[in-house]
């Protein structure tokens, strides 16, 4: 009726002696009367149970114990303990999250839980007994489930027994749902049954498909948005060109003008580049927020960064208020890890903000903080009017203006939002610290890099065109636009030896290039017809013409744009609006080099 088997991690004599099943069931006995541990397994009506026995009574277990008035007690004991341990068990099934199945190796059900119930809409008593693929697997995969089951039953070779899958479920009600479903196989004295633990994901799945509708939208949004502001700088950059170019045009002539004249033509100058740096920081923000920003970082000398951008600064804005910059960084062993670009924007940002939200003969200082853990802070303060506390957090929001009142103030709110985005990308932090009324001091933080050798900034040189006059010089322009080919006219008009070939299709442009050899193709590069890549490579491929530089002149101003004209064998990119100094320069330095 009752006998020892299969006794896990038990030592050596005690397995040996509780073999022997006189002395064994003894032992038992008296373990089980003191009350104390030693977990064995016995096995009760084809039934596993565990039971719990002490080896150190062990010893003083008389086998005499065993007599017949015991074995009856040792029963009830054993009974005892087998009916928690099922009621247990059950309480388990019956409270389990998961619904529990289980099934013989035919694929019948005999075991069924609340839970599974709950899931595929079947009661116990409906599904005991019966083929476990007729209730919850769909028509179509059916036979598919048959044939695994009678293929693991046979080779024993598992397929999806003991992984986590995901199959489509069959509910009472005829309705499909996905269930995540786990299987072990169990082999009980040779006798081989199935327990499926299946979970209903239909909820997760929803979820998941809804996060994933979710992200392809804020991506179509994102690109929808990246489009619209680059073909929006495109749009901007071709009447800037006119203005900006036919502006420095004038300006060149200054000497025919009168001075009120020049003083006019300094304004337009003046308010296109303006307009130019609010299109350029559009597609900064463009290239950051689509993840096109080149992050390139280095060991950077803080000082020499520094005072550069206070010197471009000091230049390049109007500083209506009569504000001086202070620079206090004299350390020049101070280096970050940054990349030169960005941090110079970054800088420049922060030092023109101070400025121009500065009151009336105000102060800007920059100054620099050695912070612990190998940081450096450098911090741009100034004595202006202070940002109200509740403000702060918009000031890193783009197209956030904090006070509106005062709208002479440029910008449109994106320069610190780039900011922060660069600061981050270069792993550093950003913020600011303001009191109304007593001024505002933004800062951020780098680590700090080991010195180098290598000059950080290159020198900036600014050379006077040389173009020689002796020498001919044939340029061909191919642009569609009548507006940029008269100001391209106007710039090289009055330089001898240069001639101008214009055509305004890129076939055309290609005829004339085949005829005329010039020394010099600029190309625009959004043409009708052909455009300017494709006729760069046809140029590139003809060898009468496949020897002259192509410059590209286009007002497509991202980094992808001008990578693909290089790669399609351009030896230079100009973006309009024109810098007619860039212009010059070039063309100087090819006549130069013939
Ligand atoms: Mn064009």
Same mark, same amino acid.
């Given at each position: 009726?009752?006998?020892?088997? =299969?006794?896990?991690?038990?030592?050596? !004599?005690?397995?040996?002696?509780?073999? /022997?099943?006189?002395?064994?069931?003894?032992?038992?006995?008296?373990?089980?009367?003191?009350?104390?541990?030693?977990?064995?397994?016995?096995?009760?009506?084809?039934?596993?149970?565990?039971?719990?026995?002490?080896?150190?009574?062990?010893?003083?277990?008389?086998?005499?114990?065993?007599?017949?008035?015991?074995?009856?007690?040792?029963?009830?004991?054993?009974?005892?303990?087998?009916?928690?341990?099922?009621?247990?068990?059950?309480?388990?099934?019956?409270?389990?999250?998961?619904?529990?199945?289980?099934?013989?190796?035919?694929?019948?059900?005999?075991?069924?839980?609340?839970?599974?119930?709950?899931?595929?809409?079947?009661?116990?008593?409906?599904?005991?007994?019966?083929?476990?693929?007729?209730?919850?697997?769909?028509?179509?995969?059916?036979?598919?489930?048959?044939?695994?089951?009678?293929?693991?039953?046979?080779?024993?070779?598992?397929?999806?027994?003991? !992984?986590?899958?995901?199959?489509?479920?069959?509910?009472?009600?005829?309705?499909?749902?996905?269930?995540?479903?786990?299987?072990?196989?169990?082999?009980?004295?040779?006798?081989?049954?199935?327990?499926?633990?299946?979970?209903?994901?239909?909820?997760?799945?929803?979820?998941?498909? =809804? %996060?994933?509708?979710?992200?392809?939208?804020?991506?179509?949004?994102?690109?929808?948005?990246? %489009?619209?502001?680059?073909?929006?700088?495109?749009?901007?950059?071709?009447?800037?060109?006119?203005?900006?170019?036919? /502006?420095?045009?004038?300006?060149?002539?200054?000497?025919?003008?009168?001075?009120?004249?020049?003083?006019?033509?300094?304004?337009?100058?003046?308010?296109?580049?303006?307009?130019?740096?609010?299109?350029?920081?559009? %597609?900064?923000?463009?290239?950051?927020?689509?993840? !096109?920003?080149?992050?390139?970082?280095?060991?950077?000398?803080?000082?020499?960064?520094?005072?550069?951008?206070?010197?471009?600064?000091?230049?390049?804005?109007?500083?209506?208020?009569?504000?001086?910059?202070?620079?206090?960084?004299?350390?020049?062993?101070?280096?970050?890890?940054?990349?030169?670009?960005?941090?110079?924007?970054?800088?420049?940002?922060?030092?023109?903000?101070?400025?121009?939200?500065?009151?009336?003969?105000?102060?800007?200082?920059?100054?620099?903080?050695?912070?612990?853990?190998?940081?450096?802070?450098?911090?741009?303060?100034?004595?202006?009017?202070?940002?109200?506390?509740? !403000?702060?957090?918009?000031?890193?929001?783009?197209?956030?203006?904090?006070?509106?009142?005062?709208?002479?103030?440029?910008?449109?709110?994106?320069?610190?939002?780039?900011?922060?985005?660069?600061?981050?990308?270069?792993?550093?932090?950003?913020?600011?610290?303001?009191?109304?009324?007593?001024?505002?001091?933004?800062?951020?933080?780098?680590?700090?890099?080991?010195?180098?050798?290598?000059?950080?900034?290159?020198?900036?040189?600014?050379?006077?065109?040389?173009?020689?006059?002796?020498?001919?010089?044939?340029?061909?322009?191919?642009?569609?636009?009548?507006?940029?080919?008269?100001?391209?006219?106007?710039?090289?008009?009055?330089?001898?030896?240069?001639?101008?070939?214009?055509?305004?299709?890129?076939?055309?442009?290609?005829?004339?290039?085949?005829?005329?050899?010039?020394?010099?193709?600029?190309?625009?590069?959004?043409?009708?017809?052909?455009?300017?890549?494709?006729?760069?490579?046809?140029?590139?491929?003809?060898?009468?013409?496949?020897?002259?530089?192509?410059?590209?002149?286009?007002?497509?101003?991202?980094?992808?744009?001008?990578?693909?004209?290089?790669?399609?064998?351009?030896?230079?990119?100009?973006?309009?609006?024109?810098?007619?100094?860039?212009?010059?320069?070039?063309?100087?330095?090819?006549? %130069?080099?013939?």
């Amino acid at each position: 009726m009752l006998y020892l088997k =299969n006794i896990p991690d038990i030592k050596d !004599k005690v397995f040996a002696v509780l073999l /022997g099943t006189p002395l064994g069931l003894a032992s038992v006995v008296g373990s089980i009367i003191a009350g104390v541990e030693l977990l064995i397994m016995l096995e009760v009506q084809d039934i596993f149970v565990p039971a719990i026995f002490s080896e150190s009574v062990w010893g003083y277990v008389d086998t005499a114990l065993l007599t017949l008035t015991v074995a009856p007690v040792l029963y009830f004991l054993v009974f005892r303990k087998m009916q928690a341990s099922m009621h247990r068990t059950q309480m388990l099934l019956d409270s389990a999250m998961d619904g529990i199945i289980s099934m013989d190796h035919a694929g019948k059900v005999i075991g069924w839980n609340p839970q599974a119930e709950h899931i595929f809409g079947y009661s116990y008593e409906q599904t005991i007994g019966r083929e476990l693929s007729d209730l919850i697997v769909p028509l179509n995969l059916r036979e598919a489930h048959r044939n695994g089951l009678a293929r693991f039953v046979k080779t024993n070779i598992p397929t999806i027994i003991g !992984k986590r899958v995901e199959i489509t479920g069959l509910h009472a009600n005829g309705s499909e749902f996905p269930v995540e479903l786990t299987i072990a196989s169990l082999n009980q004295n040779g006798a081989l049954f199935f327990t499926d633990h299946a979970r209903d994901i239909s909820e997760k799945k929803k979820n998941e498909d =809804n %996060l994933i509708a979710a992200r392809d939208e804020a991506d179509r949004a994102n690109q929808a948005k990246s %489009l619209f502001l680059s073909s929006m700088s495109h749009e901007l950059r071709t009447p800037l060109n006119a203005i900006l170019g036919f /502006g420095q045009l004038l300006e060149l002539e200054s000497d025919s003008i009168t001075s009120s004249q020049h003083e006019s033509v300094t304004h337009i100058l003046s308010a296109g580049h303006h307009l130019l740096g609010l299109v350029n920081q559009m %597609l900064d923000l463009t290239r950051i927020d689509i993840d !096109k920003w080149d992050i390139n970082t280095t060991p950077l000398n803080i000082e020499d960064l520094v005072s550069n951008c206070v010197a471009e600064v000091a230049t390049a804005i109007e500083n209506k208020g009569n504000v001086t910059i202070e620079n206090t960084i004299t350390d020049t062993g101070l280096w970050v890890q940054g990349d030169n670009q960005s941090l110079r924007q970054v800088v420049i940002n922060l030092l023109s903000n101070a400025v121009n939200y500065n009151e009336q003969n105000g102060l800007v200082t920059i100054s620099s903080v050695l912070e612990k853990e190998g940081r450096l802070r450098i911090e741009v303060r100034d004595t202006g009017a202070g940002i109200a506390s509740d !403000k702060l957090p918009l000031l890193f929001t783009p197209f956030e203006r904090i006070d509106q009142r005062h709208g002479t103030i440029s910008g449109v709110g994106i320069g610190l939002h780039i900011s922060k985005r660069l600061i981050e990308m270069m792993q550093g932090t950003i913020g600011v610290e303001s009191v109304e009324g007593n001024g505002s001091t933004f800062w951020f933080d780098l680590p700090l890099a080991v010195e180098t050798n290598e000059p950080t900034i290159a020198p900036r040189e600014c050379k006077k065109p040389i173009l020689h006059k002796y020498s001919h010089f044939v340029v061909l322009y191919i642009e569609d636009n009548a507006t940029n080919v008269k100001l391209v006219e106007r710039a090289l008009h009055g330089f001898p030896g240069i001639e101008l070939l214009v055509a305004d299709t890129a076939e055309e442009g290609i005829t004339i290039a085949e005829e005329k050899c010039p020394d010099l193709i600029l190309m625009d590069i959004q043409l009708p017809g052909i455009d300017g890549i494709t006729a760069t490579t046809l140029l590139k491929g003809i060898a009468a013409t496949k020897h002259i530089p192509v410059v590209a002149l286009s007002a497509d101003a991202m980094k992808e744009d001008i990578d693909r004209a290089l790669n399609a064998g351009c030896s230079g990119y100009l973006t309009k609006p024109i810098d007619l100094q860039a212009l010059y320069e070039m063309i100087a330095s090819m006549r %130069l080099s013939e």
